[in-house]
């Protein structure tokens, strides 16, 4: 079946930063639009990040400027450059592809990653 592996969460403190990658497998990678989700304790799960199958990018105002979403489509991987890293930043962070044309859609197992000194 599709699986999207998560990895390079971690504990960081304040001002550091962490690469995350998601490695898909069983999809042709080139037709799906990836993105980053971030779902903190007690909060809705939110959008990160997003990048088109054409490498098109969008963040959340939150992030942007901090982090950076890239893909390499040989590799079947997207990820997720995480800069000037906040408390905020704290959550449990979700790799999603979704078809470009049609509904499927999946998700990782989630990757924690903790802010804090």
């Known amino acids: 079946q599709v699986q999207l592996v998560e990895s390079g969460g971690g504990l960081v403190q304040p001002g550091g930063s962490l690469r995350l990658s998601c490695v898909a497998s069983r999809i042709i990678f080139s037709f799906y639009a990836m993105a980053w989700y971030r779902q903190a304790p007690g909060k809705q799960r939110e959008l990160v990040a997003h990048i088109s199958s054409g490498s098109s990018t969008n963040y959340a105002d939150s992030v942007r400027g901090r982090f950076t979403i890239s893909r390499d489509n040989a590799k079947n991987t997207v990820y997720l450059q995480m800069d000037s890293l906040k408390p905020e930043d704290t959550a449990v962070y979700y790799c999603?592809?979704?078809?470009?044309?049609?509904?499927?859609?999946?998700w990782g197992q989630g990757t924690q990653v903790t802010v804090s000194s």
């Open positions: 999603n592809a979704a078809a470009r044309n049609g509904p499927l859609e999946y």
